[in-house]
Structures are given as structure tokens and as C-alpha cells.
């Protein structure tokens, strides 16, 4: 890899990286009269150059070569029709360079060609045809470590130029979004870029049997931490079911670098790796001894299955990733754990050695539950066309609140989260700077859209971004914050949709707030609670004083925590998550706190915690942790963790809740995007027992039962699609038998019942099913 850094006066652009040999192509539709491929330079170098605050060019030199011929026989992807009509293109085959302002539409694409080559492919806008492409075949002598870092500085810059800010500013799923953008093909009908063509070919999913596999990757150099052997399969989407790809083939975990690790898997037929992280979606299933994890591979994201031979050898993988995947998550080292907590990360692993042989025992009763599973199919296939029919009549288009006063680009933001109420039937839904009423009704089950309050503005008449809306006071008023105000409050009388107050939280930016109790918002309790990176405290809006922090009910720590969510129970009991991952439980403010969960790795998005305290359900970027909270051993037992800690000896029971690999496939190649998961909600009603747990992922609202979870059931969720993202989605307030869901501009009421077992027909529309296998 050629790394360039020029750094003389302020005036001159410089190349930031470059790969130095490939060859430069033009690539044009087999409608055009002229060649489909055009060779423009035999040797040439490719280049990013900065041109400006977050501004890159694309540039591709010809390096001069005495001997330059025409193309070479192993990258002849493209068949030259005869002697080419003289084009512009042609006539600047004459210049030394080609230069290409780096933006959304040049449509950068990577793909591989026929021959295992790396192949960059983009659109010619300067073209004389609309739908030219040029490709740059890198050279097979690059080390594919070179490419990678090319593409990854060059994410860095497709950020820069989308978004106009530093990419030290981007997230990680940020990355990994433009990444599967780059990585993802849309065969055009009527392309002729045998490029795209093959990449489809490599992937036809209409043949798995015979599928090509992704070109042999090299295992990166380091400490072998395991080796194992065992068998792969990989799940085939159209017969929805995994296939034999190698037996046996050798499995090992490397430590590559400081908290990074590579899984390889190495047969005589293929060989392929992968990085040790949550984004393959990894997940362990005790009864096949199966290892799923997904692979994205041009545009297609993939679900393989490593199989173990014996109980010992997968206890042991299990072990091994969970000891990899908490160091990479936490960039700090294992032995850094005291026995407990590397005990509570590994439970998993414990808990399945312990419980392996009678889950083994269902795997005798798998063809009933098989085909009592196509009976309930075949039963849900008969009231999809009732429920959608009923579906249509349930949505509620969020242009009614629209202003055509308001600008477009307000407009344009779409709704952006769901509150429901309490006392009432109302739901509320945030759009802009506005937020539009919606009810629902009894008798026929029905949602209509009753107001907009709009031009939320502040007590000075400053217009107002509103976030995180929370109700409050018998459902009255609400609660919001402002992006541009962290350190304030502002409380909205619902009835004459104004700001009335405003609370100032002092030196302390507020993260996330939220009631005292769980039921606050249906009494008349005016105090609520809020969590700072380091404080918890509450918030009186009755005091004199400016800084409504009540101080004397309030636990400051030394130390930066980054507390970042926090729910309570009914009593009063207070659980508060944190980026690293870790939580916290308290039975009331300014104590320490009676039970510490260490973190397994990723950062507490949100908080809800069953009315009884015995349930915390905690929101991860691409996971659910479930956590019973009821001590089950030593003189503590019966006793919930907000109130006595867990014995030496125990843990608190963490059930991981994540789509499968297999559901992932669909969901991440059709999303073209990671998976994300919306705030979960347990059902919620005074006096009713948490049953099920809703989130959402995309357009697709998912829903788990508790009672299937705690059965050990393989796939304990259902899933509904709708035909955009969902922003938000929560249980109508005193029943688990109705959702109410906020789409980028619609508002729909569901029922549970429509909610259907996942498969191919309910992921991927069927209008969609074509696109989505490339055919």
C-alpha cells in the first residue's frame, strides 16, 4: 500500500491513500453501440485526494509501462465488441488522470470478478451515455489487507461527504451501514456489466448446493487460542434449511492483535474467516451443537452453521468465543475479572452443560412440534388476507398533523417516537415540532387521528426540537428535552399544547429521565427521576431554587460511569444502565447500590422493569437481555435483587434475546442495513402480569413471549411487516393483545394475532422475493 502525505502549503491537495496497480476500464450498456468494455488505462494507480473540508476525489493515474499491452487474459470479464466507435472517453485516454468528486452518486461499489479478483466499480457521470460505469480491477498481487485498508478510510470519507462532519464523530453501525452499502449490488435489468452479472452468478441463491463460496481468506497471523474440528453447513433461504457444505473442517479462535480475534474455518474444499464480533449475529443452539453466525458476501448476508461432533468440543468453542467476544467488547483483559463475574459471562455456557441432556430430550419430540408448527402455518396462511384487510383499516397516515407551513426538510424527518398514555386512550407521536394525538377505539378496534399540537416553542418563543417525551401528572401534561438544552426540562400542558415551565438541572446534562415510580404519570406525583454520565437524581419541579435537583436524594460518583438509561417498578426500585454495559440496582436514591450486573459488552440503550421488580428487560443496539432478578439461593432467596444482593454463588439468570442467524439473513439483505433494535416494552397494565416483550427492527415489529423464553423454545418470537421503517412500537396500555406502532409517516394499530412465526414468506414480501435473490 502506497500511504501519501504531502504536507507543504495549505494551497496543495494530496493523496491520503492509494493502491498502485490495477487496471482502468469503461464499462458501457449492451444497448450502446460502442464496446461494452473499453480499456483506458492497462496501469494504473487509484487514489483518495482530499480536495477541501470533507470533500475527496476519486483518482485514477496512468502509470507508464513500456511494455503496456491490451488487457490481461485473466481480467477479460467483459467481451470488446469489435473496434470501438470513437468516443470522449476515448479521446481522453491521452490524459494522464481521471478524476471523480467522491459523493453518494457515484454509486461505489465493491465486487469480485470472475477470476478472485478485487474489483471497484462506479459511475461515470462525465460519460457520453447516462449509464456508464468505469471499473478499476485491482491487481492480484495487492495483499487484500492493502484493499481493506483503502475501503476502510474510504467509508471514512463516504461518511464525510454524506453527513459533512468528521468521521472521529461517526459510530461504529454508522461504518458498518456505508460498509454494506458499498458492498451490496443492485443489478440494474438491463445492465451490461458482467461484473454485477457475476457477482449475482457467485451468489445465485437458487443453487445452494452448489454455491460458490467467498474467495479463500488467509487466518490472520497470532496466538492460536483453539482448534477444533467439525462440520459447516450453511442455511439455504429457499428451502429454508441448512446444508451440508464441508465435513470435517478445522475451527480455530486466533488472537490477531490487542482484543482482536479471527474465527477460521479451513477444509479441503474452501477456506474463510471472520472476525469476533456481535455484528455476525453469533449465536450458540444446544441441541444441534451448533455455532450460527452470519457472513455478508456481496450484498447477501449469509447464515453458516459450524457443527460440533461431541458435547465437550462445543462446551469448549462456547467458552472460548464468550472469553474473545467480552475482551473485544470491553477492550480490557480477561484476567482483569474477579471469579464472579467471569462466572456470570460464561453462565450461558454453565447453564446449557447443565441442561444439555434434557434439552437433548426434545429433540424426540421435534417432527410433532415440526408439524404442529405447518399446521399453525397453514392456519395463519388462511387469515393473512382477513388481517390485512383489517390491518389497512388500522392506519392512520401522520400528514393529517402536517403543516405546508412548515419547511420541507422538517416535514421530510418523519415521526420519530410513540408515547403511550395510561389514564386514557390517547397515544402521542413526534413529528418535527410538532406532536399529533391519536386514539384508539374500543368497540371496533380502531385508530383515529385527533389533533397536532404544533410550533412547540419555549417559555422565550425559541422553537423547540422535542425529544424523549414522557407523560406526566394523570397524564396531563408531558415532559421533553431539547438536544440544544441538555442541562434543561420543559413540562407541556396537553390541553392548551404549550410549554408552561421550564426546569434547569444546574451543571448536569441529563441523559435520560423518567417517573419515580413506574405508574407515576396516572397520580399526581410531580417529581421524576434523571441520570447524568456520573449522578443519579431526582427532580422536583416544586423548589425555589433555579436547579431543580433535590440534593439530598441524589448519589454522585467519582467516577464517569456513562450511565445511559433507567426504568423503576412500582415501589419505587431504581435500575440504571450504562455504555460499558453494566447495571445497577437500588431500592431507593443516594445508597449504594444492592446488586452490581457486570457488563456483558454491549452499551444499555434502554431500561423497563416488570411492575414486581423480578423482570429487567435491558435494549442493546442488536440484542435484548432478559434478566430475572429474584434471588433463588441462601438466606436472601425470594427476595428481588433491588432489595438484597445474589449470594457469592449466584448470579443474576441473563436470557439473550437476538433474531436468529438464519431470520437475520432476510432481514439484514433485504434492510441492507445492521440490525438495530427499537426501545423493547414488556405489556403494561396495573395489576397484570408481564407476558410478552415487543420491540422492532426496520419494518419488522417482533414480539416475544415470556412463557416460550422460559421454555426453552428455539425461536420464541413472532414477526410482523409492514411496508416501512418502524420508529417505535408499544403495547396498548392494559393488554399484551394490541400494538400500536409509529411508522416513518403512519400510525397503525395491530393486532398481536397478525403477528406471524418467522419464515421466508412473512420476512420478504413476495412482490420483493425476486430482488432480494438477485434472479
Known amino acids: ?64 509501462d513500456d511494455h503496456e499491452s491490451n488487457i490481461d487474459d485473466d481480467n477479460e470479464d467483459f467481451s470488446d465488441d469489435s473496434t470501438s466507435v470513437l468516443s470522449l472517453q476515448s479521446k481522453k485516454k491521452k490524459e494522464d488522470e481521471w478524476i471523480f468528486t467522491f459523493d453518494e452518486s457515484l454509486q461505489f461499489k ?168 456481535p455484528n455476525i449475529n453469533p449465536t450458540f443452539e444446544a441441541v444441534r451443537l451448533g455455532f450460527i453466525f452470519n457472513y455478508d458476501f456481496q450484498g447477501i448476508t449469509l447464515s453458516y452453521m459450524i457443527k460440533f461432533k461431541d458435547i465437550n468440543k462445543f462446551m469448549k468453542f462456547q467458552r472460548n468465543w464468550s472469553r474473545c467476544l467480552w475482551m473485544f467488547l470491553n477492550k480490557e483483559n480477561w484476567d482483569k ?37 405447518n399446521s399453525q402455518s397453514e392456519e395463519e396462511s388462511d387469515e393473512d388476507d382477513e388481517d390485512e384487510e383489517e390491518h389497512s383499516r388500522m392506519i392512520v397516515s401522520s400528514s393529517s398533523f402536517d403543516d405546508s407551513s ?38 371496533d378496534n380502531g385508530l383515529e387521528f385527533v389533533a397536532a399540537i404544533k410550533n412547540i416553542s419555549g417559555l422565550n418563543g425559541e422553537r423547540l426540537d422535542p425529544q424523549n417525551p414522557m407523560l406526566y401528572m394523570e397524564d396531563r401534561s408531558m415532559i421533553l428535552s431539547d438536544n440544544t438544552n441538555k442541562n434543561k426540562l420543559y413540562k407541556m400542558d396537553l390541553e392548551r399544547g404549550k410549554v408552561i415551565e421550564e426546569w434547569s438541572t444546574g451543571d448536569k446534562n441529563v441523559v435520560q429521565y423518567g417517573p419515580t415510580k413506574k405508574f407515576d404519570q396516572m397520580t399526581a406525583e410531580q417529581t421524576l427521576l434523571g441520570v447524568s454520565q456520573k449522578n443519579i437524581f ?28 433507567l426504568g423503576t417498578t412500582e415501589n419505587g426500585y431504581i435500575a440504571v444502565g450504562s455504555e460499558k454495559g453494566d447495571l445497577k440496582l437500588y431500592d431507593r436514591l443516594g445508597i449504594r447500590a444492592k446488586t452490581a450486573i457486570p457488563s456483558l459488552g454491549q452499551p444499555i440503550r ?112 413472532t414477526v410482523k411487516r409492514y411496508n416501512s421503517d418502524i420508529i417505535e412500537d408499544n403495547f396498548e396500555f392494559g393488554t399484551d393483545k394490541k400494538v400500536i406502532v409509529a411508522l416513518k409517516d403512519d400510525v397503525s394499530l395491530s393486532k398481536i394475532k397478525s403477528f406471524k412465526h418467522p419464515s421466508k414468506s412473512v420476512l420478504i414480501p413476495k412482490e420483493n422475493i425476486n430482488d432480494f435473490y438477485g434472479k
Not at 424527518?413 to 406532536?435: M, P, Q, W
Not at 419541579?541 to 436524594?553: A, T
Request: charged share 25%.
Open 1 to 64: 500500500m502506497n500511504i501519501v502525505r504531502k504536507f507543504m502549503d495549505s494551497g496543495n491537495k494530496y493523496d491520503i491513500i492509494s493502491i498502485p496497480s490495477g487496471t482502468f476500464n469503461l464499462l458501457r450498456s449492451k444497448r450502446s453501440p460502442k464496446s461494452s468494455l473499453e480499456c483506458i488505462y492497462n496501469a494504473s494507480s487509484l487514489s483518495i485526494r482530499e480536495n477541501g473540508q470533507y470533500s475527496y476525489d476519486l483518482v485514477v493515474r496512468k502509470v507508464n
Open 110 to 277: 465493491k465486487v469480485w470478478n470472475k477470476v478472485g479478483n478485487v474489483t471497484f466499480i462506479w459511475n461515470n457521470y462525465n460519460g457520453d451515455e447516462p449509464d456508464e460505469k468505469v471499473q478499476f480491477v485491482i491487481a492480484p498481487d495487492i495483499p487484500l489487507n492493502d484493499v481493506d485498508e483503502f475501503l476502510q478510510l474510504l467509508y471514512r470519507c463516504h461518511y464525510e461527504t454524506k453527513y459533512n462532519r468528521s468521521a472521529l464523530k461517526a459510530s461504529k453501525t454508522d461504518i458498518q451501514d456505508i460498509e454494506l452499502l458499498v458492498n451490496t449490488v443492485e443489478q440494474d435489468e438491463d445492465s451490461s456489466d458482467d461484473e454485477f452479472q457475476d457477482a449475482n452468478e457467485t451468489m445465485n441463491l437458487r443453487s445452494f448446493k452448489s454455491v460458490l463460496h467467498p474467495p479463500p481468506q488467509h487466518v490472520p497471523k497470532g496466538e492460536q487460542l483453539c482448534l477444533l474440528s467439525a462440520g459447516l453447513y450453511l442455511f439455504d433461504p429457499l428451502e429454508e434449511k441448512f446444508l451440508l457444505q464441508e465435513d470435517p473442517v478445522k475451527v480455530s479462535l486466533t488472537e490477531t492483535g490487542k482484543y482482536e480475534f479471527w474465527l477460521a474455518m479451513e477444509g479441503t474444499q474452501l477456506r474463510m474467516g471472520t472476525e469476533v464480533s
Open 337 to 373: 475479572l474477579n471469579e464472579k463475574e467471569k462466572q456470570y459471562i460464561l453462565d450461558p455456557a454453565a447453564l446449557l452443560d447443565k441442561q444439555l441432556e434434557e434439552i437433548l430430550t426434545l429433540d424426540d419430540n421435534s417432527a410433532s412440534r415440526t408439524e404442529s408448527g
Open 406 to 443: 412548515i419547511p420541507s426538510t422538517i416535514r421530510s424527518e418523519g415521526n420519530r417516537s410513540l408515547t403511550v398514555a395510561f389514564r386514557n386512550n390517547r397515544s402521542y407521536v413526534v413529528r418535527g415540532d410538532k406532536i399529533g394525538v391519536f386514539k384508539t377505539e374500543d368497540d
Open 538 to 565: 431526582k427532580i422536583d419541579p416544586r423548589l425555589s431554587e433555579k436547579n431543580k435537583i433535590v440534593q439530598d436524594q441524589s448519589k454522585e460518583y467519582a467516577t464517569k460511569y456513562n450511565f445511559s438509561s
Open 606 to 717: 434502554y431500561i423497563t422493569v416488570s411492575a414486581d421488580g423480578k423482570w429487567l428487560l435491558a435494549t442493546c443496539e442488536s440484542s435484548l437481555l432478559l434478566m430475572d432478578l429474584t434471588v433463588k439461593t441462601g438466606k436472601n432467596s425470594g427476595n428481588v435483587g433491588f432489595l438484597k444482593s445474589f449470594p457469592s454463588a449466584e448470579n443474576v439468570k441473563t436470557y439473550i434475546l437476538k433474531i436468529s442467524p438464519e431470520h437475520a439473513s432476510y432481514m439484514v439483505t433485504s434492510m441492507k442495513r445492521s440490525i438495530k433494535f427499537t426501545k423493547a416494552y414488556f405489556n403494561t397494565g396495573v395489576g397484570q402480569k408481564e407476558e410478552m416483550i415487543l420491540t422492532s427492527n426496520g419494518p419488522f415489529a417482533i414480539s416475544w413471549s415470556l412463557s416460550k423464553i422460559l421454555a426453552n423454545e428455539q425461536n420464541p418470537y
